[in-house]
């Protein structure tokens, strides 16, 4: 496997937990985005030496949240010497409402990449979307860019739909087997 790193932010725990499990399914290193909008430097050197990249952040008011978008943009030194360049990355996002506008959040990360000249890998899997489909599907909410997650606003991180999980662990496999043929 290739040598993949998941950074993201979460506010409520929401975003830990499909971290966690994209990690899992990448057998990846977590980063975590400080309440501050900050990474250590031992993080950042993490980031550097990885193969992959895998953002992740909640969807707030049509975008990321302030503390990712403070990250993004301290990778703008990484930026400057290309040191991510031809790196493969991903991303995935959750909010409290099915659509919550999470392809906006997702084209942001997927431009992020793209800026630090990286190679994005989409979610690669089918929608559920016939009659009999439910929220246990995997990619019951019919994501193709990266991945999509819905996470109710009433409940803790451990109401997560099942469906929504198991596709986080299938696209954390995803980007890490498009990493390490990149790299073999």
């Known amino acids: 496997m290739a ?5 993201y932010f979460s506010g409520y725990g929401h975003t830990k937990r499909v971290a966690e499990y994209v990690a899992k399914g990448a057998e990846a290193s977590l980063v975590a985005v400080s309440a501050e909008g900050e990474v250590s430097e031992a993080d950042f050197a993490l980031l550097d030496a990885a ?3 895998i953002f992740g952040a909640p969807t707030y008011m049509g975008g990321v949240p302030w503390q990712f978008k403070k990250f ?14 031809d790196k493969v990355f991903g991303g995935f996002t959750n909010s ?12 942001y990360l997927q431009t992020l990449a793209s800026q630090h000249g ?14 009999a489909a439910t929220r ?17 606003s009433d409940a803790g991180a451990d109401v997560i739909p099942a469906g ?11 980007v890490a087997e498009v990493a390490a043929k990149l790299k073999g």
């Open 96 to 107: 409290a409402s099915l659509n919550g506008d999470k392809q906006v959040t997702l084209i």
């Open 136 to 152: 246990q599907d995997v990619n019951n909410l019919g994501g193709s860019v990266g991945l999509l997650v819905q996470s109710p």
């Open 51 to 53: 193969d992959a990249i």
């Open 72 to 85: 993004a943009d301290a990778t703008s030194k990484v930026w400057f010497t290309g040191g991510w360049r």
């Open 3 to 7: 040598k993949t790193v998941v950074v």
């Open 118 to 131: 990286g190679l994005w890998v989409s979610l690669g899997l089918p929608p559920a979307n016939t009659q």
């Open 164 to 174: 929504d999980l198991e596709t986080a662990t299938r696209y954390g496999a995803r």
